[in-house]
């Protein structure tokens, strides 16, 4: 047996001396300790203590052995004083109560804690401190007192209150609880039922009025949520387009567009009325008054079969005009076409269309020409005379300034409308034909020397604004209809009536309701040109289907 000197800790109770007490212990030799004695962990203490030494045995000295606690060999069977702890509860006594003990089993060597026969029949609880929002100290001082709550109140909380110390129970017989909330077992044991510590259950020295401060304080609400704060508005649908822009768009570009260009007119108007005041500039404009002398045995009017050219060629080329567009925005058609000769040929119904029109439109144009040069009135629309060039520079100021030249298209054009008119039949009409050609099924796809002469982005670069030529000038050319004599020129055109008079026909209306009438042709045509309308059409010459 052999004896050391412990290291002493902090104190087990407040103010009390360091813990364990001064002094050597006895300590048992590894040599004294049973091989088959149990290791540490198996449900008990390994702590050891003094047993009384026999007086009989001889050569021993009346210093006590050292036992283990654990050894149920060298553990005789009785009851063992056990070490005081800190209080379980607040101001309390330190735990367990004095005088409990433990009791080892000989046959086990295993020992539980007990409690002396005279302690309460009843034993409390175990409390142990789960959370604090805060405590008054063991002489029963109250909170500290703050600030009202309500203007002109008294300081919170009220004088002498303390706080509800939420706590857990642990039932002494197993050693498990629960938290005090009833919110769950507690993870080392079944749990018991329990409930928070009533004031009664408290020590007196504590037993103050309490306040539970566990839920916030009511307050006063001065900011409030808006209508929408909870729901989240649902996204507008996308606007619809038409094109590459929205209507509304569409409809910002039209307003904004033609404001600058009323005042780009505007400033044009007033810069050539201020050239026109030169006197060198009056003498040009008197010198060529817009129109030259035609050659001797130009016909003079126009037939009847002009008329019916003209009206053919505004219906094909109003139609080519919408059905271009489309191709250029469609991008899932719903219908196609195939043709019977060759099943590869596949194109959507409204390329089909558009390249039917073509067909038809260049028919119009190769007879629109022949009849031209056979009856004489291509020199009506071809310059004969370099005196064109000065005189269209002549017209374009006349128009500018709007102090128009005095015409008579029955008779002749002015320069202007004769380059307008010649470049359009011999310049913009073949290069839309060709363009339109390279771009279409039927360009021959094994003419590879051929397609690499003429690339067909080429044709892309050049059909687009041929177009866009062919609007400008069917705008310009029915605003000066118009704008120059309505019922004369459109008897001129559709009537085929007029007179080398200028004001003849002025108040003749026949024109008019043949003008008319070809824009109601125009405008069925127009509502027409869909599938549905098409499909039929389209298979006299081939096969139409969905996909």
Same mark, same amino acid.
Request: proline share 10%; charged share 15%.
């Given at each position: ?105 000989? %046959?086990? !060597? @295993? #020992? +539980? &804690? =007990?409690?002396?026969? /005279?302690?309460?029949?009843?034993? *409390? ?61 507690? %993870?080392? !044991? @079944? #749990? +018991? &039922? =329990?409930?928070?510590? /009533?004031?009664?259950?408290?020590? *007196? ?343």
């Amino acid at each position: 047996m052999a004896t050391r000197m412990l290291r002493r800790g902090l104190p087990r109770v407040a103010g009390g001396d360091p813990w364990p007490p001064a002094g050597d212990a006895p300590v048992a030799d590894a040599a004294d300790v049973p091989a088959e004695a149990p290791s540490a962990g198996e449900g008990f203490d390994s702590l050891t203590v003094a047993q009384p030494v026999p007086e009989s045995v001889e050569g021993s000295s009346a210093q006590p052995a050292a036992a283990p606690l654990n050894d149920p060999q060298a553990q005789p069977a009785g009851d063992v004083t056990l070490r005081r702890g800190l209080p379980r509860t607040p101001g309390g006594g330190p735990w367990p109560p004095a005088g409990a003990a433990a009791t080892v089993d000989p %046959s086990t !060597g @295993s #020992g +539980i &804690d =007990s409690v002396p026969e /005279e302690s309460p029949a009843r034993v *409390a609880p175990r409390v142990e401190r789960a959370e604090i929002a805060s405590a008054p100290a063991a002489s029963g001082e109250s909170l500290r007192r703050g600030l009202p709550r309500t203007p002109g109140g008294e300081p919170w909380p009220p004088e002498g209150t303390a706080a509800t110390v939420a706590v857990k129970t642990v039932d002494p017989s197993t050693g498990s609880g629960i938290d005090s909330k009833g919110s769950g077992i507690d %993870s080392k !044991g @079944s #749990g +018991i &039922d =329990s409930d928070l510590i /009533e004031a009664s259950d408290i020590p *007196a020295s504590t037993a103050v009025s309490t306040v539970d401060v566990s839920t916030p304080l009511p307050f006063q609400q001065t900011v409030f949520p808006g209508a929408t704060a909870f729901e989240r508005p649902a996204p507008k649908p996308e606007p619809e387009r038409v094109g590459p822009f929205t209507r509304a768009q569409w409809a910002g570009a039209v307003i904004v567009g033609g404001a600058a260009l009323l005042g780009a007119a505007a400033m044009a108007v007033l810069l050539v009325r201020w050239l026109l005041s030169f006197g060198a500039l009056q003498d040009f404009v008197a010198t060529f008054p817009g129109e030259y002398h035609l050659p001797e045995g130009a016909p003079v009017g126009f037939p009847g079969w002009l008329g019916w050219q003209h009206f053919l060629n505004v219906f094909l080329m109003v139609l080519i005009i919408r059905s271009g567009l489309r191709i250029r925005n469609e991008k899932r058609p719903t219908a196609f076409w195939t043709p019977k000769n060759n099943p590869k040929g596949k194109v959507s119904l409204t390329i089909w269309f558009h390249q039917a029109l073509d067909i038809l439109w260049l028919v119009n144009g190769i007879v629109f020409v022949i009849l031209l040069f056979v009856s004489g009135q291509w020199m009506r629309v071809i310059p004969t005379s370099w005196e064109v060039i000065p005189n269209a520079i002549s017209a374009a100021l006349q128009y500018v300034s709007l102090d128009w030249p005095t015409e008579n298209g029955w008779v002749n054009y002015n320069s202007l409308q004769q380059l307008a008119y010649g470049t359009t039949i011999f310049i913009a009409a073949p290069l839309a034909a060709v363009t339109g050609f390279r771009m279409s099924g039927m360009w021959p796809k094994n003419a590879e020397k051929l397609s690499k002469a003429y690339p067909i982005e080429w044709a892309r670069a050049v059909h687009f604004p041929v177009m866009l030529y062919f609007v400008v000038f069917i705008a310009i050319h029915v605003f000066l209809v118009f704008a120059t004599g309505a019922l004369r020129n459109l008897n001129h055109m559709y009537a085929a009536q007029g007179s080398t008079d200028p004001n003849a026909y002025a108040d003749n209306w026949t024109g008019f309701w043949f003008f008319v009438a070809s824009l109601v042709v125009i405008a069925a045509a127009w509502v027409a040109a869909r599938p549905l309308v098409l499909a039929p059409i389209a298979k006299l010459f081939g096969n139409v289907s969905s996909r």
